[in-house]
């Protein structure tokens, strides 16, 4: 989102298709919720997209109150709500900026999600929230393997949620064929590194640095059962 | 293949698509921890900081070594708020409880000068139902509280036996709102009311601890601490919202959302959580209760009790069951007909905002306000005959008034009926004298009747004798049947008096078909 606005063109176009290509589960799960049939789904998901990177709609977005998930879920409002250009979601091909979008998976998951009595709205935020939890941890889980410590974060990433219960350090410098000090060493980078990359990515999602904290309450409180 | 697990640290099942298999509640609330104190830090606010290491607390002879003057018995328990000792005082002999904050919380700028003032603020707490401060202070850069020892145990290893009961917890939640009312008065908010925070003595009676210390140990709103035994943990469950949303502007009443969440724990079993259900449909408990919870769980601060005594008057109401008189209720007699009212008023879109009315205008308790408004209810259906309050009031009150208001909505159009079957049948009437007359000899007073118009007159008397005993079961409630029958031959054109009839046997047919109005007729076997 920063990057988005800041820069020019074809930069900012970029910046949004990685949010659009990052972010459109949620957005494809409030469609289906709200009641359109898979195919039909489908077709409005690349079409909004596709809408939305060709036109430059992120100029109308307010700047301070730049939450990329409120302008995207607004902006799907209100286009659902114009039917003739869901009508013409049937006729383009759409996708082209976007790349090809893994609807079957999407499909797949919104199938496996219980039934809820919630909004559509409230869960596309919690929706929203899940995505960017996977997003980082995907992404950090990544970076450890690219080093070789893959294994390392599988083991240890439970600390990432408050549990320092894991195992005594003791037990797990013994797994790890490590010291004591160097798995709390370790476990410590872990968590900073996550931080850090949470917050990366939420401010990419916020137009305010100093807006993270809040959105991660807001996203807390979306996910509150 | 679906088993449901539960996230370790806050408890809440994991969803299905968890992202990695780590609860995302906890994932967020890690995410918020920022690093001593680097981020923005409101003044005077402490910073929210996050105890990275787990705490790992010193054997009871190590710490005889800081503390010479007592003798360390046990490590009883540890949570974020530091470890607790069973340690004994030799010279008073006694048993008192040693608490030891963990060594990071002190590393924070000014945190000495916090803990002076707040453990001065906890030892001027001076209750019963609150664990008393003896002494504190710093050791070695070890920081101390000296409390009293409560011998028995906390809420949630109560609730984790399964042996609570609902007379059980209707006597532990006053005693904890006697408690906070206490502090709340002297200023101070607990800030983590939640089971393992209410202790249990041997003789039943509650003593809550870590009062001020969530304060003081710099607790952020998400602050999941570390723990090494699973059972202490911060969750936010207990939380009020304004905690979360706005920590700065929390009061008492954030203590008094958390003892909401700790009610429907005692009473279910289970945390209210999303759109839970009220407790009486869970369990076997007095519906009052309900309204108890439900208001501590208001969101908003301004909906919720305002006072914890207030909340210990509903439970205990509830727990001695009043029953309802007959008669107004004391609370009534020397009230303003202002008052009454306005509780009428209201008592017609909501009878719980009516109720709230009353309390906060006469500071009656719940169960006496409910008595109350639900006799002004009453009382008013039958003046007005409306079936607005009726509509509001409980189901006892509501087959009896609604049965006033309905005859007395169906009088008028049955006096109409009555009306229209005199009319018809004063022919028949006429008729008849003339007849008699005529049988003993005299003569018509009016111009002779042919066979054709006698006939007639007797049916027009037929009718309305049909009519008015269709309009006496009306309005007798008698025959639901009997009085469509008279409002139908009343609107028929049979009649000189037909153009009185239909609009009366239009309006009564009209009424009859109302729920309210038909519910009290007879149903036909």
């Known amino acids: ?225 | 293949m679906s088993e449901v697990r539960a996230c370790p640290t806050c408890g809440t099942e994991l969803p299905a698509d968890a992202p990695q298999g780590l609860c995302p509640q906890c994932l967020l609330a890690q995410g918020l921890k920022s690093s001593k104190g680097t981020e923005a830090a409101e003044a005077g606010q402490p910073p929210t900081t996050g105890f990275r290491r787990p705490f790992r607390p010193p054997t009871p002879a190590e710490l005889a070594h800081h503390f010479p003057q007592l003798e360390v018995l046990d490590l009883l328990g540890q949570g974020g708020m530091g470890a607790v000792y069973k340690a004994r005082q030799p010279g008073l002999d006694r048993i008192v409880a040693l608490k030891i904050l963990p060594p990071e919380a002190a590393e924070e700028p000014g945190f000495a000068e916090r803990f002076g003032r707040e453990a001065r603020a906890l030892a001027r707490l001076s209750h019963p139902n609150i664990v008393a401060v003896y002494d504190f202070g710093q050791n070695d850069g070890l920081y101390y509280l000296l409390m009293e020892y409560v011998d028995g145990l906390n809420l949630r290893q109560l609730l984790q036996s399964g042996q609570l009961k609902p007379p059980q917890t209707l006597l532990i939640v006053p005693q904890v709102c006697e408690a906070l009312q206490y502090a709340h008065d002297e200023g101070i908010v607990h800030r983590d009311i939640k089971p393992e925070n209410i202790l249990l003595d041997k003789k039943g009676r509650v003593k809550i601890a870590d009062f001020g210390l969530a304060k003081l140990l710099g607790q952020a709103p998400l602050d999941l601490r570390l723990t090494g035994t699973r059972q202490v943990m911060g969750t936010p469950h207990y939380m009020a919202p304004e905690q979360m949303d706005r920590p700065l502007e929390v009061d008492h009443r954030a203590d008094l959302y958390s003892l909401g969440v700790v009610l429907y724990e005692m009473l279910t079993g289970q945390l209210p959580l999303g759109r839970f259900v009220p407790p009486s449909q869970k369990v076997q408990v007095d519906v009052r209760l309900d309204e108890v919870v439900l208001r501590a769980l208001e969101r908003e601060p301004e909906q919720r009790y305002q006072r914890a005594s207030e909340i210990k008057t509903d439970v205990e109401s509830v727990q001695h069951a009043e029953p309802i008189s007959e008669g107004p209720p004391a609370l009534l007699l020397g009230r303003t007909p202002e008052l009454e009212a306005r509780v009428v008023e209201i008592l017609r879109h909501d009878k719980i905002a009516a109720i709230r009315f009353f309390r906060e205008a006469t500071g009656a308790g719940l169960a006496a306000a409910k008595e109350a408004v639900e006799w002004i209810g009453r009382r008013r259906s039958e003046r007005s005959g409306s079936f607005q309050s009726a509509r509001n009031a409980d189901k006892n009150s509501l087959s009896k008034d609604g049965l006033a208001a309905a005859r007395q909505t169906l009088l008028a159009p049955a006096l109409g009926l009555m009306l229209i079957g005199a009319l018809n049948c004063t022919g028949l009437a006429v008729l008849l004298l003339s007849t008699i007359r005529l049988l003993s000899g005299g003569q018509f007073t009016v111009s002779n009747l042919g066979a054709q118009e006698a006939i007639l007159l007797s049916m027009d008397g037929l009718l309305g004798l049909a009519i008015l005993w269709g309009a006496w079961k009306m309005v007798r409630l008698k025959s639901l049947g009997l009085a469509q029958l008279g409002c139908v031959l009343a609107l028929l054109p049979l009649s000189p008096c037909w153009f009185l009839g239909l609009p009366v046997g239009i309006w009564g047919l009209i009424l009859l078909m109302r729920p309210e109005v038909r519910k009290h007729f007879p149903t036909s076997s």
């Open chain 1, 1 to 225: 989102m920063l990057a988005a606005r800041n820069q020019a063109a074809p930069q900012a176009r970029e910046a949004l298709a990685v949010l659009c290509r990052t972010y459109w589960y949620p957005l494809y799960a409030y469609i289906r919720h709200r009641g359109y049939d898979v195919h039909h789904a489908q077709d409005l998901t690349q079409d909004f997209f596709t809408r939305l990177l060709e036109k430059d709609s992120l100029a109308t977005v307010d700047r301070d109150k730049g939450k990329f998930r409120s302008f995207l879920l607004a902006a799907c409002k209100h286009f659902l709500a114009n039917a003739y250009d869901r009508a013409q979601a049937q006729k383009r091909g759409g996708g082209k900026i976007l790349g090809s979008l893994d609807f079957n998976a999407g499909e797949g998951r919104y199938s496996r999600e219980p039934a809820h009595d919630l909004t559509p709205e409230k869960l596309f935020e919690r929706r929203w929230a899940m995505t960017l939890l996977h997003q980082v941890l995907d992404d950090l889980r990544a970076e450890y393997e690219q080093a070789g410590k893959g294994s390392v974060f599988d083991r240890l990433k439970s600390v990432l949620s408050g549990d320092s219960d894991v195992a005594p350090y003791s037990q797990l410098a013994g797994e790890l064929n490590t010291s004591e000090a160097a798995v709390k060493m370790t476990v410590h980078r872990l968590r900073r590194r996550y931080r850090e990359r949470l917050r990366q990515e939420i401010a990419q999602t916020v137009g305010n640095p100093a807006h993270v904290e809040q959105e991660i309450r807001d996203l807390f409180a979306a996910l509150r059962p």
